[in-house]
């Protein structure tokens, strides 16, 4: 979110003004009649924030893992995410996703254990995700 503010102009009940260099850097203030302004609040729009370009599901860190590992993946766009992890025989073990989330860089973590909040056993598990048509299924080894 880009905010622009004008000089002292409020921004969700606080006030604040301006105080910039000649070079552009500074911040804004929150103003106190009377005494120094102390606090500095630095609004920036950071540019080397990137949306993925395509759907990905990465492998899970660490794997091995115990006692919890994470599940990153990518969205380009807004979407219904579904991420469920699966034994070798393909139960449902846990639904660890069923929402709409915002698109970026996304990650989830298990615990290793399943829908009814028991610990699973050692073993190999498969997690999937499935988003609209893209879908892709990937390893995780838990050890004890």
């Known amino acids: 979110m880009i905010v622009t503010l004008?000089?002292?102009?409020?921004?969700?009940?606080v006030q604040l003004s301006q105080n910039f260099d000649s070079n552009g850097l500074g911040c804004y203030t929150n103003p106190t009649p009377g005494q120094e302004n102390a606090e500095c609040i630095t609004l920036s729009n950071s540019s080397d924030i990137s949306i993925p370009t395509q759907f990905t599901l990465h492998q899970n860190y660490p794997n091995p893992f115990n006692p919890i590992t994470t599940l990153k993946y990518d969205l380009p766009e807004d979407s219904f995410v579904d991420i469920t992890v699966y034994d070798m025989r393909g139960n449902v073990v846990n639904n660890l996703i069923k929402m709409n989330q915002k698109s970026g860089s996304n990650s989830t973590?298990?615990?290793a254990t399943n829908n009814q909040g028991e610990?699973?056993?050692a073993g190999v598990y498969l997690?999937?995700?499935?988003?609209?048509d893209f879908s892709?299924?990937?390893k995780i080894i838990?050890?004890?």
């Open 119 to 121: 610990t699973v056993s």
């Open 109 to 111: 973590q298990w615990d």
């Open 127 to 132: 997690y999937k995700i499935q988003v609209r």
């Open 6 to 13: 004008e000089p002292s102009q409020e921004f969700d009940g």
């Open 136 to 138: 892709q299924t990937k």
């Open 142 to 144: 838990l050890l004890k």
